[in-house]
C-alpha cells in the first residue's frame, strides 16, 4: 500500500526536488540495479551531488587557494565515509531476526501497532547518529507487503513523541512464518527517507531496502512471543546484530 493510494515518493522531505530531478538525469547512465550485490552501488550514489559538487568546488578553488582546495577535499572524503556501506555477515537461521539498521537501541517498549499489524507488539526503537551507517537492510527473509509515506515534523529523533509525530516511512515483510514491521523515522537533521525496496519485492535478510540521512530512528515492531536478544543501550548492526529470536514451533 502507498500513501493516500499513489507511489510514496523517492525523496521524502525534501525541499530539493528540482535539483535532484536534473541530477537524476544526468547520471541516469550511472544507475545500477537495485537489487543484491548492486544494492550496494546504490548508497554511494546517493551522494553524488554532494560528491560532485564538494569535487567541483575543490578543483576551482583550489586554483585560488590551498586551504579551500583541502577543506572542500575533506567534505568530499567525509562524505563517502557517510554513505559508507560495508558488507554485513547475515545469520542464516531462519528463526533469527537481525537489526534493520546500525545504531544504538534507544528503547524498547509494548506498543500498539496500528498501522499493518493492528495488534500489541513489542517495539525496539534505534537511534542512528551522524556516525552510524544509514543503510537499512531487511530484518527477515520475507516479501514486501506494505509501504507507506506519512508527512510530519523533524523533532529530535532521540525524543520519545518522535516516534509519531515525525515524517516516516513505514514497511511490513512477510514471510510464512511471521510479519515484521519496520519504521524509518526522521529526525531533526535527517529530513530525506530514501527508499528503494517497491511492494512485492522479495529480499533475503540482510538486503537493503532504504537509507535515512544525517542521523534518524528505525523502529522494529515484533511478535510478544519473540525471544528479544538485546537490551537498551546495545549498539547493534544492520544485517548482523541479532536482535530477536522466533520459536522453532
Not at 9 to 27: E, K, M, N, Q, W
Not at 141 to 160: S, W
Request: net charge positive; with cysteine; glycine share 8%.
Amino acid at each position: 500500500m502507498e500513501a493516500n493510494g499513489s507511489k510514496s515518493p523517492r525523496y521524502c522531505g525534501s525541499g530539493f526536488r528540482p535539483f535532484l530531478v536534473i541530477f537524476d538525469a544526468l547520471t541516469a547512465l550511472f544507475q545500477v540495479p537495485k537489487i543484491g550485490p548492486f544494492m550496494r552501488l546504490q548508497t554511494i550514489l546517493e551522494a553524488r551531488w554532494i560528491l560532485g559538487f564538494s569535487a567541483l568546488l575543490a578543483v576551482v578553488c583550489g586554483l585560488f587557494s590551498a586551504w579551500m582546495f583541502w577543506f572542500f577535499l575533506l567534505l568530499f572524503l567525509c562524505t563517502v565515509a557517510f554513505f559508507r556501506d560495508p558488507e554485513r555477515t547475515v545469520p542464516a537461521n531462519p528463526n533469527l531476526i537481525v537489526a534493520a539498521a546500525d545504531g544504538t537501541v534507544m528503547d524498547i517498549t509494548e506498543s500498539d501497532e496500528n498501522q499493518v499489524l493492528k495488534t500489541k507488539t513489542r517495539r525496539v526503537g534505534i537511534f542512528l547518529s551522524i556516525f552510524d551507517v544509514h543503510t537499512n537492510r531487511a530484518p527477515i527473509d520475507g516479501r514486501v507487503i506494505y509501504r507507506e509515506h506519512r508527512k510530519g515534523l523533524y523533532l529530535d529523533a532521540r525524543r520519545p513523541e518522535c516516534s509519531e509525530k515525525n515524517e516516516s516511512m513505514t514497511w511490513a515483510f512477510e514471510n510464512s512464518r511471521v510479519t515484521i514491521v519496520v519504521r524509518q523515522i526522521t529526525g531533526a537533521i535527517a529530513r530525506r527517507i530514501v527508499a528503494w525496496a517497491k511492494i512485492g519485492d522479495e529480499l533475503k535478510k540482510g538486503d537493503r531496502f532504504g537509507m535515512i540521512r544525517f542521523g534518524s530512528r528505525t523502529e522494529l515492531y515484533l511478535p510478544l512471543n519473540a525471544e528479544l536478544l538485546v537490551k537498551t543501550g546495545d549498539h547493534v548492526f544492520g544485517g548482523s546484530t541479532i536482535i530477536a529470536r522466533l520459536s522453532d514451533s
